[in-house]
Protein backbone atom coordinates (compact mmCIF):
# COMPACT_ATOMS: atom_id res chain seq x y z
CA UNK A 1 0.00 0.00 0.00
CA UNK A 2 1.13 3.91 -0.43
CA UNK A 3 1.21 6.23 2.76
CA UNK A 4 0.08 8.95 0.53
CA UNK A 5 -2.17 12.34 1.77
CA UNK A 6 -3.85 14.54 0.15
CA UNK A 7 -5.83 17.68 0.38
CA UNK A 8 -8.11 17.68 -1.87
CA UNK A 9 -9.92 14.68 -3.72
CA UNK A 10 -8.06 15.76 -7.21
CA UNK A 11 -4.67 15.36 -5.91
CA UNK A 12 -6.26 11.73 -4.78
CA UNK A 13 -7.08 11.66 -8.10
CA UNK A 14 -4.02 12.14 -9.88
CA UNK A 15 -1.96 10.00 -7.34
CA UNK A 16 -3.97 7.38 -8.28
CA UNK A 17 -3.62 7.80 -12.02
CA UNK A 18 0.25 7.72 -11.43
CA UNK A 19 -0.10 4.24 -9.77
CA UNK A 20 -2.05 3.04 -12.81
CA UNK A 21 0.20 4.52 -15.41
CA UNK A 22 -3.38 6.56 -16.46
CA UNK A 23 -2.47 8.79 -18.70
CA UNK A 24 -5.42 11.29 -20.10
CA UNK A 25 -3.85 14.23 -21.16
CA UNK A 26 -2.63 14.04 -24.50
CA UNK A 27 -0.42 16.85 -26.18
CA UNK A 28 -2.76 17.65 -29.34
CA UNK A 29 0.32 18.62 -31.58
CA UNK A 30 0.65 16.47 -34.56
CA UNK A 31 3.59 14.33 -34.13
CA UNK A 32 3.73 14.25 -30.65
CA UNK A 33 2.72 11.76 -28.40
CA UNK A 34 3.36 12.54 -24.92
CA UNK A 35 0.45 12.25 -22.62
CA UNK A 36 0.41 13.71 -18.54
CA UNK A 37 -0.94 11.65 -15.36
CA UNK A 38 -2.01 15.87 -14.12
CA UNK A 39 -3.08 18.38 -16.07
CA UNK A 40 -0.56 20.49 -15.09
CA UNK A 41 1.98 18.83 -16.72
CA UNK A 42 0.66 19.17 -20.03
CA UNK A 43 0.10 23.26 -19.35
CA UNK A 44 4.05 23.14 -18.47
CA UNK A 45 4.43 20.83 -21.41
CA UNK A 46 3.00 23.92 -23.44
CA UNK A 47 5.22 26.90 -21.86
CA UNK A 48 8.54 24.38 -21.95
CA UNK A 49 8.44 26.30 -25.76
CA UNK A 50 8.59 22.87 -27.10
CA UNK A 51 5.89 23.33 -29.60
CA UNK A 52 6.55 27.19 -30.70
CA UNK A 53 6.78 27.79 -33.97
CA UNK A 54 6.00 24.43 -34.70
CA UNK A 55 8.82 23.07 -33.41
CA UNK A 56 7.32 19.67 -32.20
CA UNK A 57 10.16 17.54 -33.76
CA UNK A 58 12.33 18.53 -30.33
CA UNK A 59 9.56 16.90 -28.44
CA UNK A 60 9.18 14.02 -30.42
CA UNK A 61 13.14 13.54 -29.89
CA UNK A 62 12.97 13.86 -25.95
CA UNK A 63 10.12 11.16 -26.10
CA UNK A 64 12.51 8.27 -27.70
CA UNK A 65 15.56 9.29 -25.36
Do not use: W
Amino acid sequence: TCDFSAYTKQNIQDHERRHKNEKPYNCPIDGCDKTFYRRYLILKHFRSRLHMDNEYEKCVELMNQ
